[in-house]
T-cell receptor, first 115, second 116 residues
Framework: AQKITQTQPGMFVQEKEAVTLDCTYDTSDQSYGLFWYKQPSSGEMIFLIYQGSYDEQNATEGRYSLNFQKARKSANLVISASQLGDSAMYFCAMREGHTGNQFYFGTGTSLTVIP | GAVVSQHPSRVICKSGTSVKIECRSLDFQATTMFWYRQFPKQSLMLMATSNEGSKATYEQGVEKDKFLINHASLTLSTLTVTSAHPEDSSFYIC????????????FGPGTRLTVT
């Protein structure tokens, strides 16, 4: 079974609008971490936001927020007030265990912001 | 945030030659570094986990004799693609985990390898 599932290969959003990128995960661990990364065309992986499995509040970082629904095993990324520079690939990832090393990545969602 | 560099950023080599890619943690020590491979429009696939002072752990299906990994210090890991072939052309990304136990992995900017 896939550890991380991103069902949206491509998404479009109007500039200044909000957009939600979906991510579901599969783990039997009680302790795990969820991450979102942005990958522009240059290829670098840019860390956006982190949610720990024991965090009771949804993580927020500026225009990024993570809608964490533990019972549904979903960790959707919400980008508010989209900007043209947000156009990129977005990857959801999970690390199992508090000290686990391996990251499991989803297949990514390509976001295009339309002016 | 922590910085990880990769060198070179782009390399073109002829089939049959070997290519070395360096991954450095610039402002922290990393006992563990990771090497990923990414094909166009696909996700990152973990190739191997590089541990300082010991042998790397390779993922299933990754040829350890073809992708040589050396992690000689707490700030440097190298990936050598030996006898490269066109099918080895890909984007290679390393990441490093901070020795101080941060939950995050810091990624390098990637190396685009083209084998002609």
């Amino acid at each position: 079974a896939q550890k991380i599932t991103q069902t949206q290969p491509g998404m479009f959003v109007q500039e200044k609008e909000a957009v939600t990128l979906d991510c579901t995960y599969d783990t039997s661990d009680q302790s795990y971490g969820l991450f979102w990364y942005k990958q522009p065309s240059s290829g670098e992986m840019i860390f956006l936001i982190y949610q720990g499995s024991y965090d009771e509040q949804n993580a927020t970082e500026g225009r990024y927020s993570l809608n964490f629904q533990k019972a549904r095993k979903s960790a959707n990324l919400v980008i508010s007030a989209s900007q043209l520079g947000d156009s990129a690939m977005y990857f959801c990832a999970m690390r199992e265990g508090h000290t686990g090393n391996q990251f499991y990545f989803g297949t990514g969602t390509s976001l295009t912001v339309i002016p | 945030g922590a910085v990880v560099s990769q060198h070179p950023s782009r390399v073109i080599c002829k089939s049959g030659t070997s290519v070395k890619i360096e991954c450095r943690s610039l402002d922290f020590q990393a006992t563990t570094m990771f090497w990923y491979r990414q094909f166009p429009k696909q996700s990152l696939m973990l190739m191997a986990t590089s541990n300082e002072g010991s042998k790397a752990t390779y993922e299933q299906g990754v040829e350890k004799d073809k992708f040589l990994i050396n992690h000689a210090s707490l700030t440097l890991s190298t990936l050598t693609v030996t006898s490269a072939h066109p099918e080895d052309s890909s984007f290679y990304i390393c990441s490093a985990r901070d020795l101080r136990g941060s939950y995050e992995q810091y990624f390098g900017p990637g190396t685009r390898l083209t084998v002609t």
